[in-house]
């Protein structure tokens, strides 16, 4: 199959960048891969469906930059397909003196990330807005909210074929052959050879750039967060976003309150190392995949920097007292029975040799292929700016 352009993964960075790429150039041929009978089924599918307003991203950084662009890019998306967006805002809530430092680096990165009324909360405001939370001082966001993120992608879905895409499900990536001026993609049911291959691969980003011939000096680490949900007669305890304040030194939120669009009230996730890439579940195991996690030198360094922390995470995994017991400092009200088992995410972090977690997001370029190797949250929110980045460096290729 002979077209211009292949982009390996559909999830909603896949996509966008495809949609992206067909709104400029509908000239182009441009092909789809997904590995799965369905699209965003991973981590698009799978997230708790926030829109991100961007407060926590370093000034001048990829996700500073695309999460706000991306943000407005979103909401207009959304409009304009009629899809459900609820911006409700959030509070993020400061529970012990020794955190109020990190929530103004909070407040600060907002202000210079360009957020207008960001507004600190007295425990009195917090209350106010979420009368069953507990904090000594919160930061009120306006801008956050929440949205369908598979619909969304549904529908950037939609418009790309529209405009004359194609997406090929159930076409996993086997075998990628780089040569001068063209790319071969080999897959069970079809090589498909083209100019430029797009690595949008998530959870396997690595592995796709690894076939394309690329020596990493990062490899993806799963973490799955896991869910519960609020029973709906305590669902009144939350009303819309409560979130703590972050640890500085670990790229996670932590765990926190989040209504979904559909009005359920979710609790979590936590950050746990997974034993597999798509491991939704605690006994989900995969040996090679194992291997080639704890084998990398800068897992064993953010293992062994992280122990009390990981230990911490796994502990809530399997304890949902404990878990309780971590919710309980945001909304002491809440008790185990009023919790109950939902779904689970898994994230694809990438982790550099030395040990760090890469904090930013991360796009490399190569002969023949351009790799996003690294799109945590808020890829989602970011989505359609992150496609516009990439599609204006794929299109130098045409």
């Known amino acids: 199959m002979q077209t211009d352009i292949v982009i390996v993964g ?21 092909v789809v891969l997904e590995k ?25 950084s ?44 909070v407040y600060q990165r907002g202000v210079d990330n360009g957020l207008a009324g960001l507004k600190y909360l007295t425990d009195t405001e917090i209350k106010a807005i979420e009368p069953h939370c ?14 369908n993120y598979r619909l969304v ?38 090589t498909l050879v083209c100019k430029l291959m797009v690595n949008c691969a998530g959870l396997y980003c690595d592995k796709i750039a690894g076939m394309a011939g690329q020596n990493l ?6 973490f799955r967060g896991e869910y519960y949900s609020i029973k709906p007669e305590k669902a009144y305890l939350v009303k819309n976003l409560i979130y703590p304040v972050p640890d500085p030194n670990f790229p996670f939120l932590g765990v926190h309150f989040t209504r979904r669009i559909t009005g359920e009230i979710e609790a979590g996730p936590n950050a746990v190392f997974a034993f597999k890439r798509e491991g939704y579940k605690r006994t989900s195991f995969n040996w ?39 919710l309980q400092t945001l909304v002491p009200e809440i ?47 970011s989505s359609l700016s992150i496609g516009e980045t990439v599609s204006e460096l794929a299109l130098k290729n045409f």
Not at 135 to 140: A, E, R, S, V
Not at 217 to 222: E, F, K, L, T, Y
């Open 62 to 105: 990829l996700k500073a930059e695309n999460c706000i662009r991306g943000y407005h890019m979103l909401l207009d998306f959304c409009k304009e397909k009629d899809i459900p967006v609820d911006l409700c805002g959030k509070v993020i809530v400061a529970i012990k003196e020794d955190e109020l430092g990190q929530l103004e680096k």
């Open 217 to 222: 000096d990062v490899r993806i680490i799963p």
């Open 288 to 326: 090679s995949e194992f291997w080639q996690s704890i084998s990398w030198p800068g897992f064993r360094k953010v293992a062994l920097k992280y122990l009390k922390t990981g230990m911490g995470e796994y502990y809530r995994s399997f304890s949902k007292a404990a878990f309780t017991r971590a």
């Open 10 to 30: 559909g999830g909603i960075v896949g996509l966008a960048t495809a949609l992206k790429i067909q709104e400029k150039r509908p000239d182009l041929k441009v």
């Open 134 to 147: 507990s904090g000594i001082k919160g930061i009120w966001v306006p801008q956050t909210g929440i949205v």
């Open 36 to 60: 799965e009978n369905r699209i965003s089924n991973h981590q698009t599918g799978n997230n708790s469906g926030v829109i991100h307003s961007g407060i926590y991203y370093k000034p001048g």
């Open 335 to 381: 008790k185990e029975e009023d919790l109950e088992p939902a779904g689970a995410g898994v994230r694809a972090q990438a982790c550099d040799k030395d040990g760090g977690l890469i904090d930013d997001f991360y796009i490399k370029e190569a002969s023949g292929c351009i790799h996003v190797l690294n799109a945590p949250s808020p890829a989602a929110t």
């Open 153 to 190: 992608a549904e529908k950037i879905a939609d418009r790309f074929t529209q405009l004359g895409g194609e997406i090929l499900t159930g076409h996993m990536v086997t075998d990628i052959d780089v040569q001068q001026g063209r790319v071969e993609v080999v897959t069970p049911g079809r």
